[in-house]
């Protein structure tokens, strides 16, 4: 074999391993240009180049090479990369404690079709997940797109490697359901191709969050939000879930946080669970519950509409309190660079960002937790996109591989 030949077939085999990074950097928004491709790669031009157009080939990406379509990293015009809007998608799903939600995303963490969810959840698992693909399948026929794969979210912790719902409590499902195996059925009994993942709402909310929304850049991203009902919690470390040895970290939903408080599903009481959800902030505000809308939509329309009634504010402060000293303890233990907060408490940072922060500091080592930024989540319906990117994942590592 000559030098040629060699140095040719080793280009080859480095540009396939790139288009993985690659396609995840545009996927993440990371590389809006060929320029800023090349330099995050550490590739030459041509390779990067041969890369996008590799990708572009598979249908995943778009590459604009229109001229002043947009500025390099030396200010001279480079090529636009992003997205193919008309590329193949992943059908996602979740289900919650108010019913259950289907969408078809595309790469970047773009929803092309959502179904409406039902409001009730039975409490047979294989049930409620037949419907929910069967929402995601009549998505696909109407889209006529190519589905690669398919993620459901599930408020409950997923233990692994057996991906059984360990805890469902707030859906009524036996627990230790094996909703992993269910749904893969599900999903190939409906016709659907590709691989089938399931995963917690938290930990998917996280992961999605990181890559598309108030997480990106975080090295050690501490995610805690409320569901429909409950509490989860989630950290990213390097860009990567961590799930414990089991899938079962970050359960910070029994974080005791009032000693005296309310008894929990779990047998202790005064947990965050049952302390900081949105059951425990209507109850606290003496408000009638309606049945018309979920208790999380509820409890916003009070912090954001209501929030000068006494009663509204006060119940607020309590829960930002319990929050506070929640988190204040996770962040003494996990020293994270960012926490990012969903669902109820997202919108008690946002009623009162001031006070929660100041209740974090109060109680974190030596005042220093007080420094770590904590941002509202960003995305709409983030565990539907993050139940997405792990469909998405065998796309990501090895894209020739996953669309052969
Ligand atoms: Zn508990």
Redesign the pocket.
């Known amino acids: 074999m000559n030098g040629k030949a060699t140095s040719n077939r080793t280009r080859i085999e480095r540009g396939r391993s790139a288009l993985g990074p690659a396609l995840e950097l545009v996927h993440t928004g990371r590389a809006p240009t060929r320029a800023v491709l090349t330099a995050e790669l550490g590739v030459t031009r041509a390779t990067a180049g041969a890369v996008a157009a590799e990708l572009e080939a598979l249908g995943l990406i778009r590459v604009d090479s229109r001229p002043g379509a947009a500025a390099g990293s030396q200010g001279r015009p480079s090529h636009r990369l992003a997205v193919d809007d008309t590329g193949p998608v992943v059908l996602a799903a979740q289900v919650h404690a108010d019913g259950f939600r289907a969408a078809l995303v595309g790469l970047g963490g773009r929803t092309v079709a959502t179904a409406p969810g039902c409001v009730t959840v039975q409490a047979d698992p294989a049930q409620v997940l037949g419907e929910v693909v069967e929402a995601g399948a009549a998505l696909l026929r109407e889209s006529g797109r190519r589905c690669v794969g398919a993620g459901l979210a599930v408020p409950s912790a997923v233990a692994e490697p057996e991906g059984t719902a360990l805890n469902p409590l707030h859906l009524a499902w036996p627990a230790g359901a094996p909703v992993r195996d269910i749904f893969a059925e599900r999903v190939a009994a409906a016709g659907i191709r590709g691989p089938a993942f399931t995963g917690n709402d938290v930990n998917l909310a996280a992961l999605a969050e990181h890559r598309h929304g108030a997480g990106r850049g975080a090295q050690h991203l501490l995610c805690v939000a409320t569901g429909h009902r409950g509490v989860g919690g989630a950290l990213v470390l390097d860009g990567r879930l961590h799930t414990g040895s089991s899938g079962l970290a970050l359960e910070v939903?029994?974080l005791t946080v009032n000693p005296e408080g309310r008894p929990?599903?779990?047998?202790?009481r005064g947990?965050l669970?049952?302390e900081a959800d949105p059951l425990a902030f209507l109850t606290a505000t003496g408000r009638d519950l309606g049945p018309e809308v979920s208790l999380l939509q509820q409890s916003r329309d009070l912090l954001r509409g209501e929030y000068d009634d006494p009663a509204v504010r006060r119940a607020a402060e309590e829960l930002i309190d319990r929050l506070g000293l929640g988190l204040a303890g996770l962040v003494n233990i996990l020293n994270p660079d960012r926490i990012i907060l969903g669902g109820l408490h997202r919108e008690l940072l946002e009623a009162d960002p001031e006070r929660l922060r100041a209740v974090v500091a109060d109680r974190s080592l030596w005042g220093r937790s007080g420094g770590v930024p904590i941002l509202p989540c960003t995305l709409d319906h983030n565990s539907l996109v993050g139940a997405a990117e792990l469909a998405w994942q065998p796309v990501l590592d090895d894209p020739l591989a996953a669309l052969a």
């Open positions: 939903g029994h929990c599903h779990c047998g202790s947990c669970d049952v």
